[in-house]
């Protein structure tokens, strides 16, 4: 399996090329958030490691860059990429093929620690999620590793953020009923208001959650915590609609289910990533369906199609 994915079009990066340096197989992270897109962790850990072979992912990188069209290289997908204790090495390589900025998606659990703060500082781009400013709403929302704590995490926010000299935006995942009450608002705020950063992403569930019972807010509710938490404050919108390039190989199902593996996906999002005429999505997902590998979940009164498990 690839651990290269897309172009995938994003609600906040344009068209990123995402690294997987965490396999579908592992889903491997130190939370095991309620509205997580790929499903619950399987294996909760706060431990560096390689659960992807640091060779096979040079190589691929080799493989795959330069590459024309994309906006960013995203280190992110199917679980807590600074869990992968060569991510340094791997940003490198990265800049050594090509001139397109790196991207990288935590949840910032581990920035208290000195060798993810070094890691994390060679990219261009750095958005850490901080959805919690308690342990009980922390422990509810995120089900973090049973040593992970939440003042060291805030803590190591803050300190990265007076070093880091490139693009850092926090994101704050919002669900219905759980962190959205107006204290734990204004305690997340406080904490926002200590970190040196560009922006703060507002967002809520929009593709199917592990747990149903995780809602998302209205866009009327993200607008008035926007302008609560003041102007670096915006609420994450739609994906890009223009059209990628002509991405599909030879495997055309091999990559419409990788891409289904790391996150759920609507055939427009099929459409715009890989290229695909949408009859030709639709044909692809109607068989992978019958092969019971991926099914279909209405949310929020859209269609999206998930890995079944």
């Given at each position: 399996?690839?651990?290269?994915?897309?172009?995938?079009?994003?609600?906040?990066?344009?068209?990123?090329?995402?690294?997987?340096?965490?396999?579908?197989?592992?889903?491997?992270?130190?939370?095991?958030?309620?509205?997580?897109?790929?499903?619950?962790?399987?294996?909760?850990?706060?431990?560096?490691?390689?659960p992807v072979p640091t060779a096979l992912i040079l190589k691929e990188i080799d493989q795959a860059l330069p590459k024309a069209g994309i906006h960013y290289v995203t280190f992110s997908g199917s679980g807590e990429?600074?869990?992968?204790?060569?991510?340094?090495k791997l940003i490198d390589r990265v800049h050594e093929r090509c001139k397109t900025p790196v991207a990288v998606i935590t949840n910032g659990t581990l920035l208290d620690r000195a060798d993810v703060q070094r890691?994390?500082?060679?990219?261009?781009?750095?958005?850490?999620?901080?959805?919690?400013?308690?342990?009980?709403?922390?422990?509810?929302?995120?089900?973090?590793?049973?040593?992970?704590?939440?003042?060291?995490?805030?803590?190591?926010?803050?300190?990265?953020?007076?070093?880091?000299?490139?693009?850092?935006?926090?994101?704050?995942?919002?669900?219905?009923?759980?962190?959205?009450?107006?204290?734990?608002?204004?305690?997340?705020?406080?904490?926002?208001?200590?970190?040196?950063?560009?922006?703060?992403?507002?967002?809520?569930?929009?593709?199917?959650?592990?747990?149903?019972?995780?809602?998302?807010?209205?866009?009327?509710?993200?607008?008035?915590?926007?302008?609560?938490?003041?102007?670096?404050?915006?609420?994450?919108?739609?994906?890009?609609?223009?059209?990628?390039?002509q991405l599909g190989g030879e495997n055309l199902d091999a990559e419409v289910f990788e891409l289904i593996q790391r996150r759920s996906v609507t055939l427009a999002d099929l459409v715009d990533s890989l290229g695909?005429?949408?009859?030709?999505?639709?044909?692809?997902?109607?068989?992978?369906?019958?092969?019971?590998?991926?099914?279909?979940?209405?949310?929020?009164?859209?269609?999206?199609?998930?890995?079944?498990?």
């Open positions: 399996m690839s651990v290269i994915f897309g172009p995938a079009p994003s609600r906040r990066l344009g068209y990123s090329l995402g690294i997987d340096v965490i396999s579908p197989e592992l889903k491997m992270c130190s939370l095991d958030c309620v509205y997580c897109q790929v499903g619950h962790t399987k294996t909760k850990t706060i431990e560096r490691g390689e990429p600074t869990l992968h204790k060569n991510l340094g890691d994390l500082l060679k990219a261009e781009l750095v958005v850490p999620s901080l959805d919690a400013a308690t342990p009980e709403v922390f422990a509810r929302l995120n089900r973090p590793h049973p040593s992970l704590r939440l003042d060291r995490m805030i803590k190591g926010l803050i300190q990265f953020s007076q070093q880091y000299h490139g693009q850092l935006w926090v994101e704050v995942m919002l669900v219905k009923g759980v962190n959205d009450g107006i204290d734990e608002l204004r305690k997340i705020k406080a904490v926002l208001d200590q970190v040196n950063l560009q922006k703060i992403h507002l967002n809520t569930v929009i593709r199917p959650p592990t747990e149903d019972w995780a809602q998302p807010l209205s866009p009327a509710e993200l607008d008035r915590i926007a302008a609560m938490f003041g102007p670096r404050a915006q609420t994450v919108g739609l994906p890009p609609k223009q059209h990628a390039e695909l005429h949408r009859d030709v999505a639709q044909d692809i997902v109607d068989r992978l369906i019958a092969e019971k590998r991926i099914k279909k979940v209405v949310f929020g009164g859209v269609s999206y199609y998930r890995e079944f498990y």
